[in-house]
């Protein structure tokens, strides 16, 4: 149980490209989904929380025009990196909570190259 | 500004010793935390959630312990195998929607 699939693994793509990532809890509803970055051999950085119907809450140097966050279903969360540059490039990977549960479970990640 | 800090980047042991890792966290009190495993190119793998009212929890080969004075929790893997191998994230939960802050982790090596 609580599979959370991200989609897609990879993206390579040319500057100024908007890129979008899918996070859906498979087997469970998450009220709330986080989505993260990180880069090699650093921790995971929280980007921003994401609360089903409502607007995403961003960490500080985030920015919430860069990247779009919505969460319009109890099991789907997308992210979008509108106009991307090479500096974007990172690993960006979502989690789900489980209504009423503390537990984060992760999706598998999304590989993004800008070229 | 709240900190963690895992003991050491890497860890080498040979197969069957016990992995002891370390997390180390100041500025603040989580009221739980959890370890996570990941794998290259992964994302992270749930493991264990202790509370702060907990010491000790066991699942398996795995133990964590939590001790909220020290402001410390370890993590040991008992009877290790190279299929152990893996980066360890400790996560103390932190902000008011029970963010989790992570470590940069510890990259364990089985040998066998």
């Known amino acids: 149980g609580a599979v959370v699939s991200q989609h897609p693994s990879r993206v390579i793509c040319k500057s100024g490209t908007s890129v979008k990532i899918e996070c859906r809890s498979l087997d469970f509803q998450a009220t709330t989904m986080f989505w993260y970055r990180q880069f090699p051999k650093q921790s995971l950085m929280l980007m921003a929380t994401s609360n089903e119907g409502s607007k995403a809450t961003y960490e500080q140097g985030v920015e919430k025009d860069k990247f779009l966050i919505n969460h319009a279903s109890l099991t789907l969360s997308t992210l979008t990196v509108t106009s991307a540059h090479p500096e974007d490039s990172s690993f960006y990977i979502c989690s789900a909570r489980d209504t009423g549960r503390i537990t984060q479970h992760f999706g598998d990640g999304t590989r993004l190259s800008i070229l | 500004s709240q900190k963690i800090e895992q003991n050491s980047e890497a860890l080498n042991i040979q197969e069957g010793k016990t992995a002891t890792l370390t997390c180390n966290y100041t500025n603040y009190s989580p009221a739980y935390l959890q370890w996570y495993r990941q794998d290259p190119g992964r994302g992270p793998v749930f493991l264990l959630l202790i509370r702060e009212n907990e010491k000790e929890k066991r699942k398996e080969r795995l133990k964590v312990t939590f001790d909220t004075t020290l402001k410390q929790s370890l993590f040991h893997i008992t009877a290790s195998q190279p299929a152990d191998s893996a980066t360890y994230l400790c996560?103390?939960?932190?902000?008011?929607?029970?963010?989790?802050?992570f470590g940069k982790g510890t990259k364990l090596s089985v040998k066998p």
């Open positions: 996560a103390p939960a932190g902000g008011s929607q029970g963010n989790l802050i």
